[in-house]
């Protein structure tokens, strides 16, 4: 598959209450379209504790599960709409559980 990343960001992040800290990454490639990856979209986007190397929240569409969202241990389908709503839906809810953005 040839991708091109076409967005990343990695940063670091306290929780204004509990002052942990968690780590968010975000990778967006250009991918060909396929049966996959039908908008040529490929993502990853992720908050995991520093600590203890838990995953928060993620936000993927990796083959064959497609677009869905991870909250701690549980997932849910996610409905793609463009990768700038994506991203701010992933800060949203970053904010939303008390991470300092």
Do not use: Q
């Not at 800290?21 to 250009?30: P, R």
């Not at 849910?76 to 991203?87: G, H, K, S, T, W």
């Amino acid at each position: 598959m040839n991708a091109s990343l076409l967005f990343y960001s990695k940063i670091t992040l306290v929780h204004k209450r509990t002052d942990s800290v968690a780590i968010a990454e975000l990778k967006v490639w250009l991918v060909p379209k396929s049966m996959y990856f039908p908008e040529g979209i490929k993502y990853s986007l992720f908050l995991v504790n520093y600590s203890t190397g838990e995953v928060l929240m993620g936000y993927d569409n990796h083959k064959p599960k497609g677009h869905h969202i991870h909250i701690g241990d549980s997932e849910r389908a996610y409905v793609f709409v463009n990768v700038d709503a994506l991203i701010a839906e992933f800060w949203l809810n970053v904010e939303c559980m008390g991470y300092l953005v």
